[in-house]
Antibody, heavy 124, light 107 residues
Framework: QVQLQQWGAGLLKPSETLSLTCAVY????????WSWIRQPPGKGLEWIGD???????NYNPSLKSRATILIDMSKNQFSLKLNSVTAADTAIYHC??????????????????WGKGATVTVSS | DIQMTQSPSSLYASVGDRVTITCRAS??????LNWYQQKPGQAPKVLIY???RLQSGVPSRFSGSGSGTDFTLTISSLRPEDFATYYC?????????FGLGTKVEIK
């Protein structure tokens, strides 16, 4: 059974760089999109971006190029860096496995396995 | 970006009730719509993908329907463990976007 375990610094000052890592246990790294999603306190979910096993990335333009997602196939890990953080980046950050496919000519994409989440607080 | 609008934002229901949550996309997304359940302190869990496909291990009281811009999640008979917040998410294009959620609370 695939599990995602994530870690990283939980308290940052404004202008610092957020750094989180997610390790994938019990499953293949190939064939999936590895995603980051965040959730500000008491609010909804925001997709940050994803990466596939060949390093192809997609990002949410709302982050204005502050995010970088990298993959390390040798360690079965992927990571998120978000620079120039502000209080608005305070959130629970989740890593997740993205599945894509086609059923009877219908495309689908969803996140089927999630990490437990890491709380990141930005405060001076 | 594709905007996802859920309604209602919250509802009160009793065990055994039939519950329906709707999600509307700002443009057609075919059937590329997913539903997640989130309980306090936990990560979201996928219930339905591709609008109507039940994720493995999810009880059959959950069902999804719709295509194009209008979608529905139905819980046929609410159980105590179903009190949670439900989110829709489009997988049609990037950025992936979620609805703001529907909180199902005990009446």
């Amino acid at each position: 059974q695939v599990q995602l375990q994530q870690w990283g610094a939980g308290l940052l000052k404004p202008s610092e760089t957020l750094s989180l890592t997610c390790a994938v246990y019990g499953g293949s790294f190939s064939g999936y999109y590895w995603s980051w999603i965040r959730q500000p306190p008491g609010k909804g979910l925001e997709w940050i971006g994803d990466i596939n096993h060949s390093g192809r990335t997609n990002y949410n333009p709302s982050l204005k190029s502050r995010a970088t997602i990298l993959i390390d196939m040798s360690k079965n890990q992927f990571s998120l860096k978000l620079n120039s953080v502000t209080a608005a980046d305070t959130a629970i950050y989740h890593c997740a496995r993205g599945v894509r496919g086609v059923i009877i000519l219908t495309d689908y994409q969803y996140m089927d396995v999630w990490g437990k989440g890491a709380t990141v607080t930005v405060s001076s | 970006d594709i905007q996802m609008t859920q309604s209602p934002s919250s509802l009160y229901a009793s065990v055994g009730d039939r519950v329906t949550i709707t999600c509307r996309a700002s443009q057609s997304i075919g059937s590329n719509l997913n539903w997640y359940q989130q309980k306090p302190g936990q990560a979201p869990k996928v219930l339905i993908y591709a609008a109507s496909r039940l994720q493995s291990g999810v009880p059959s009281r959950f069902s999804g329907s719709g295509s194009g811009t209008d979608f529905t999640l139905t819980i046929s008979s609410l159980r105590p463990e179903d009190f949670a917040t439900y989110y829709c998410q489009q997988g049609y294009n990037t950025p992936r976007t979620f609805g703001l959620g529907t909180k199902v609370e005990i009446k």
